[in-house]
């Protein structure tokens, strides 16, 4: 056998001294060339070499194990004398129409056999392996082609039916690494339209199932924070798109859209494309949380107004400023998915109202700062928290002047009163009150007249519902200072003596008190956890024929005793008169807006004045159309507007 390197010297000579001066091939490219026309080009060759891809190809998918075939390292070899030959584009045309006709025919059958969350896995494995083929024989261009077409073999049908069951599964579960992955899978398949859309209503029902679980209201608020949390780091950490140049992605962006990110998202290179959350599905979890909302309208704004509440009133105990701050933002980010701006206010202004009265509030500074965060970010209404806060605090410097005039040993000196001003107060004058003990009535009488020398021109309406007072008690086990409602320290005062008392005497000597907060208050001194008085017959509810008496036997390990604040749950019955102010504002709202638009229109049809009123009180609350109806009915029957010749169509009366 000849030396190689004997061949390649000699064809170097004939190379040089023969082929070249005469402007002939080179042997190489000469063998190259014939080798390519008579054997490469050659139909049956081609076709044989054709087959023989298809069944190697065939072997190694069906293989359950997905072993390498025995000459993968063959074909290798076979596909870079395609490319040297430049024969390597057809045959890669018909790699790719293999494995798409390969993965189409898989795929009908396991969707028949699997569910979605199968499949998806079965997908996510069958890419893997096939791409690591592609690696093995093919040359680098073409491995993300072969994913690509695999990948839409595989699910380009299927997208809708994979999103819709493996998203929620993924997300109960908080499996954000196959969530990151279906993202990408579905992201080179042009199908995150699909996904966003099947991701804003997996969003939508969970935030309707929370709204509307009525048995778990007092958990409303800290569920939806909860879920709201993991859905912002599921789009956080999941949902990644590439920044757009010139379109920096902030995390005050996503805070400002109620999705929280931190700086862990920001490429640690600048040999990495910067990735930042798919505003599409940022935008998807804001609307399917307000839409959430509207399952249940009204009860999220309340529910707010009242966690908030809660918390203020708790205050921080171990938390830091800045962590206290940052847990009332939460809630509060919660105001901007709902649409009933005026509920949340009303609700809120009332607990306010009761805080600064009975001095339960935390904080002062972070009252305050509440409010202005509220009037500057949300509702320029919540204004009305600076005049709350002028009156308390002229209350105090009245009250100082008042003192200073009173006997040092005086009964007047223990009075505290309140001076509020109605309109920036929510509360009405209550048509039924106790009647106070004769020196109670004295200490009030002469501040009323103390009030009136000063203010002749001012009217002083009492309300006792709020009032507190300290009493002094002895019972066996010793003294006790007890901390109680007014209502609560009037009734204590008629059993001075002693003596047991039915519940018709405490109803006659209670005056005109409501008799449902007669009752309230009997209960809550009777029947609850502090029982300083005794009821006979036993029982959890006031009878009309029940018989009250001291508790001698009463103890308590603590010396100050705080019974049934008046900050107890607000009942059943305070939640249907809210309810009712807020149906009767709206009403109004919607009047002076109908009224407003036709003074200035002169002449609109139906339709028209419809959109008209509800953008024009969309900032409190977003009415229903046949509410808008029933006003414009009446604003007619007023005579403040008329109907015209013309149909739907109506005229403003000057």
Not at 13 to 37: C, T, V
Not at 81 to 93: I, R, S
Not at 169 to 174: E, R, V, Y
Request: proline share 3%; with cysteine.
């Amino acid at each position: 056998m000849v030396p190689q390197h004997l061949i390649q010297s000699l064809l170097t000579y004939l190379n040089q001294s023969y082929a070249k001066p005469r402007g002939l091939e080179s042997a190489q490219i000469y063998g190259l060339n014939r080798f390519r026309q008579y054997l490469l080009l050659d139909g049956s060759i081609d076709q044989t070499l054709s087959q023989c891809v298809k069944r190697w190809l065939t072997e190694e998918r069906d293989d359950a194990a997905n072993t390498p075939h025995l000459h993968r390292a063959a074909f290798a070899s076979l596909f870079k004398h395609l490319q040297t030959h430049g024969l390597y584009g057809e045959y890669e045309d018909d790699y790719c129409r293999l494995t798409r006709d390969y993965y189409m025919a898989e795929s009908d059958r396991l969707s028949k056999e699997l569910g979605p969350d199968a499949f998806l896995d079965h997908i996510m494995s069958r890419i893997d392996v096939e791409v690591d083929r592609a690696k093995d024989v093919l040359s680098v261009g073409s491995w993300e082609i072969i994913r690509k077409v695999s990948e839409e073999a595989f699910c380009k049908e299927r997208l809708h039916w994979i999103a819709s069951s493996a998203v929620g599964a993924l997300a109960d579960k908080d499996d954000k690494k196959k969530l990151k992955e279906t993202y990408e899978l579905f992201s080179r398949v042009n199908g995150l339209a699909k996904l966003c859309n099947v991701w804003k209503s997996y969003v939508n029902r969970k935030v309707t199932a929370i709204v509307t679980d009525k048995e778990q209201d007092a958990q409303m608020v800290d569920r939806l924070l909860e879920f709201r949390d993991q859905a912002s780091r599921t789009v956080e950490h999941c949902f990644l798109a590439q920044k757009p140049e010139g379109k920096p992605m902030t995390a005050e962006t996503l805070q400002g859209e109620g999705t929280a990110i931190n700086s862990s998202t920001e490429a640690s290179s600048s040999a990495i494309p910067a990735r930042a959350p798919n505003q599409d599905f940022v935008y998807a979890l804001t609307d399917a949380f307000g839409t959430g909302f509207k399952s249940r309208r009204s009860k999220p704004a309340e529910m707010i107004a009242r966690y908030l509440d809660t918390t203020l009133r708790k205050g921080q105990k171990n938390a830091s400023d800045k962590d206290f701050e940052k847990s009332l933002d939460a809630a509060l980010s919660l105001y901007r998915y709902t649409e009933d701006k005026d509920v949340f206010r009303t609700f809120y202004h009332r607990a306010l109202a009761r805080r600064l009265l009975l001095q339960k509030s935390a904080s002062d500074d972070f009252e305050i700062a509440m409010l202005k965060k509220l009037q500057n970010n949300y509702d320029p209404e919540f204004g009305m928290g600076e005049e709350m806060f002028k009156d308390l605090a002229l209350s105090r410097e009245m009250m100082n002047k008042f003192n200073e005039k009173q006997p040092a040993n005086g009964f007047a000196r223990r009075l505290t009163v309140m001076v509020l001003k109605r309109s920036a107060w929510p509360f009405t004058v209550s048509t039924g009150t106790i009647d106070l003990p004769p020196k109670m009535q004295d200490a009030l009488i002469s501040f009323a007249e103390s009030y009136k020398a000063i203010h002749s021109g001012h009217k002083l309406d009492w309300d006792h519902a709020l009032g507190t007072a300290t009493l002094s008690a002895r019972f066996n086990a010793g003294e006790k200072e007890l901390s109680v409602s007014l209502y609560q320290a009037v009734i204590l005062l008629m059993f001075a003596d002693g003596e047991k008392r039915s519940f018709a005497e405490i109803k006659e000597s209670a005056g005109n008190l409501d008799d449902g907060d007669l009752r309230r208050t009997l209960q809550s001194l009777a029947c609850g956890k502090k029982r300083v008085l005794t009821k006979s017959p036993p029982g959890k509810n006031v009878n009309d024929g029940d018989i009250f008496r001291v508790n001698a036997e009463f103890t308590d390990s603590a010396y100050k005793i705080h019974i049934n604040s008046i900050q107890a749950k607000v009942s059943e019955e305070e939640h249907q008169k809210t309810q009712f102010s807020i149906e009767g504002e709206r009403k109004h709202i919607l009047d002076a807006a109908i009224v407003r638009i036709m003074k200035g229109r002169k002449e609109m049809r139906m339709q028209d004045l419809q959109n008209s009123v509800i953008d024009a009180v969309k900032k409190h609350f977003t009415p229903k159309v046949p509410d808008v109806k029933k006003r414009i009915e009446a604003m007619v029957e007023q005579e403040y507007i008329e109907r015209t010749e013309e149909q739907n169509t109506f005229r403003y009366v000057a």
